[in-house]
DNA sequence: TTAGTGATATCC
DNA sequence: GATATCACTAAA
């Protein structure tokens, strides 16, 4: 059981979030520990990617999003639903992997609430810090690609990418 | 299919 | 200041 360190977060998204699939949420937010398996995710690639958050390039909000690898974006979608990402590549591009869904569940708001996090965790690291992170059991699980989903406002060339990643059969 | 909900960005 | 939009969910 190892933990993750800021090497596996330091790369292209495109690589790390079909290995984020498989891998163990650990949480200490709500007090006892929390621990979910990662059964979805979602890369988000930069200003280009007109799914991306910061597409449009550098505000308030999606300035985490160009900061260091491993660090946690959380934000508030309509209004009460928390959405988590972890922020990967270089430094100064925007990119990052949503957390989609956990192992008996789906559905990026049930995961932040099942884990205990809010507004509170963004820009927390899952590298450095002691309330949550995330763990390699060593199991490996196949993987299939699908397309976005609730991204209808990107154009046609990123809405049919296939950045999402879901886990299949364990190897 | 639709209501619910509030931060964010963008426009006065 | 006002408004439109939104990486969702539960209920019907």
């Known amino acids: 059981m190892k933990r993750l360190t800021e090497e596996f977060f330091h790369r292209d998204c495109l690589e790390a ?56 974006y959380v934000y508030l979608c309509y ?8 922020i990967t590549g270089e430094e100064g591009q925007p990119q990052g992997v949503l957390f989609r869904a956990g192992e008996g569940f789906g559905g990026p708001a049930k995961l932040t609430k099942r884990l205990g996090v809010t507004g509170r965790q963004n820009k927390d690291s899952f590298v450095t810090g002691n309330e949550i992170w995330i763990e390699d059991d060593g199991r490996r699980f196949e993987i299939t690609t699908d397309k976005r989903v609730g991204i209808n406002y990107a154009t046609e060339e990123y809405i049919n990418k296939q950045w999402r990643f879901i886990m299949g059969k364990s190897i």
């Open 17 to 72: 979030a079909p290995e984020l699939v498989g891998k163990i949420l650990v949480s200490k937010i709500g007090g006892e520990e929390i621990r979910v398996r990662i059964t979805e995710t979602e890369a988000y690639r930069g200003e280009e990617d007109t799914a991306c958050h910061a597409h449009k390039g550098r505000t308030p909000r999606t300035e985490v999003l160009y900061g260091k690898s491993g660090v946690i």
């Open 79 to 86: 209004g009460m639903h928390w959405l988590m990402n972890v």
